[in-house]
């Protein structure tokens, strides 16, 4: 990109340019201070930028205009390609109504409000979110949405924590699957560390289930938090019987792909105590990471100690149904030291997205997008099973997602399909460092028989370039 090149400035130079010099005065003067340089004088000199910012020159709307559409130009979105990236976001169909409809302006601009009486239709539609979500997980009480799957999962563990400490066996002990990735498992400790909770990992077999035998050193903890399915895909039928091992005393907390309760049996209705999930799939695009929305449920006796918003539907003095916040207290909103949870606003218009689209699928739509995106896994496992020098690592049920072996190292692989014109897949060894050789494919509704076919033509050429395969 040209630019115009314009005199570097230095930073003092800059701010002694800046307008309404009187004022500034009259604002240092009141901190005690007689300079810029006095303000910033806490910031340690080796992390202070020292000469001449490389600025360019003051550019119009247009050549600003046509700068950025240069710049996105050189970017790759998962639809321009075939594209089997996964790994926490999918790439699912959301019809194109649900965003004309979130558009809308008292959608666009809402915030939650303290006001119920102006904001009974958001109210309304926020309600509507839980109870779809509610419906979805097979339990009684949904919240108003999380920042992300992953701070639902750490809130769910010290919601546990709250609700089991004083009965359990193992205080302020919780135990997370050895497989949950460490992005979400970093979060995770960034939430327990203050409140000195002990996170234990639970092992897994080579088959990528639980290892139930191990699940016994569980029971009396506060909590158990796994996947279905999990972080490599696979629907492990084990999860079923944990209620029973671990017991009542302690929370059984259920990480769910929401698509995948389309045909996979919902969480609540084999002992999930808690329900938690990455809403994304659900009425918002990938759009880079971001924004993102947690889905959050639970059984009643979680009910007053879990994080976040809660609409409660009643009746009015008139006779009328009524909406408003309830149950969870202020304090959790605006008093940061009197709050369980450190939740401060919630994702309300991307939630609002995942409640259009389940109302535009409703139970049928949802099972057949739950089936799409199963279809198009079990077409792309037995299409790269045959594929020479592609093997799968687990001989398993999976939904949307599984891994492969291929030969030589996975980084140099995604790297020879990228410049085929493939995005192949995810690379395991960034979660799990052994796992060098192994790629995680994900398919949703969007993959097709062509791009199964092309990925399956490039392995192969990989595996000959590899020299693998003669």
């Known amino acids: 990109m040209d630019f115009i090149a314009a005199p570097a400035q230095s930073v003092s130079t800059m701010v002694d340019q800046l307008p309404n010099r009187g004022r500034e005065a009259e604002m240092l003067k009141e901190m005690g201070l007689k300079s810029m340089e006095d ?13 001449a910012l490389p600025l360019p020159a003051p550019q119009s709307e247009e050549e600003i205009l046509r700068d950025a559409r240069h710049l996105l130009g050189a970017n790759t979105d998962l639809g321009s390609r075939p594209s089997f990236l996964g790994g926490g976001l999918y790439r699912n169909y959301v019809p194109a109504s649900v965003f004309q409809l979130v558009t809308r302006g008292e959608f666009l601009t809402a915030y939650t409000p303290y006001q119920p009486e102006v904001s009974q239709g958001m109210l309304q539609a926020m309600w509507e979110f839980q109870t779809l979500v509610s419906e979805l997980v097979g339990l009684p009480i949904a919240n108003l949405s999380l920042y992300d799957g992953s ?65 016994a050193e569980a029971a009396g903890s506060c909590g158990v938090y796994l996947e279905q399915p999990n972080p490599l895909g696979v629907l492990d039928e084990g999860l079923t019987g944990v209620k029973s091992i671990i017991g009542e005393n302690t929370a059984l907390i259920v990480g769910v792909q929401p698509i995948s309760l389309g045909v996979v ?24 990471g971001g924004p993102l929305y947690g889905i ?24 009328k149904e009524a909406y408003c916040l309830t149950l969870s207290t202020r304090e959790q909103h605006i008093r940061r030291h ?35 995106n199963m279809l198009a896994c079990q077409r792309a496992k037995e299409t790269l099973a045959k594929t020479p020098g592609v093997d799968l690592v687990h001989d398993a049920p999976h939904f949307n997602e599984f891994a492969i072996t291929v030969p030589g190292s996975a980084k140099d692989c995604l790297a020879y399909l990228d410049s085929n014109g493939i995005i192949g897949g995810f690379d395991l060894s960034t979660w799990y460092p052994d796992a060098t050789q192994q790629i995680l494919v994900t398919t949703t509704d969007q993959t097709t028989a062509q791009d199964i076919d092309a990925l399956a033509a490039q392995l192969a050429m990989w595996a000959t370039h590899s020299g693998v395969v003669a």
């Open 296 to 319: 959050f449920a639970c059984t009643k006796p979680y009910l007053r100690l879990m994080p976040g918003r809660i609409v409660g539907r009643s009746i009015d003095v008139d006779g």
């Open 265 to 288: 049996e919902a969480p609540g209705h084999y002992g999930a105590d808690i329900v938690v999930g990455e809403g994304q799939p659900l009425g918002s695009p990938v759009t880079a």
């Open 338 to 372: 009197r709050a369980t949870s450190n939740i401060c606003t919630n994702e309300t218009l991307i939630a609002l997205m995942g409640a259009m689209h389940m109302a535009l699928l409703g139970p049928d739509g949802l099972r057949d997008l739950a089936h799409r």
């Open 151 to 215: 701070t639902a999962a750490a809130e769910a563990l010290t919601c546990a924590v709250r609700v089991h400490n004083r009965k359990a066996s193992q205080p302020n002990t919780v135990y997370v699957s050895a497989l949950t990735p460490p992005d979400k498992l970093s979060v995770m400790h960034n939430y327990c560390q203050g409140a000195e909770i002990d996170i234990r990992m639970l092992a897994h077999h080579e088959d990528g289930t639980l290892d139930l035998g191990a699940l």
């Open 39 to 51: 303000l910033f004088a806490d910031i340690p000199s080796d992390v202070r930028f020292q000469g």
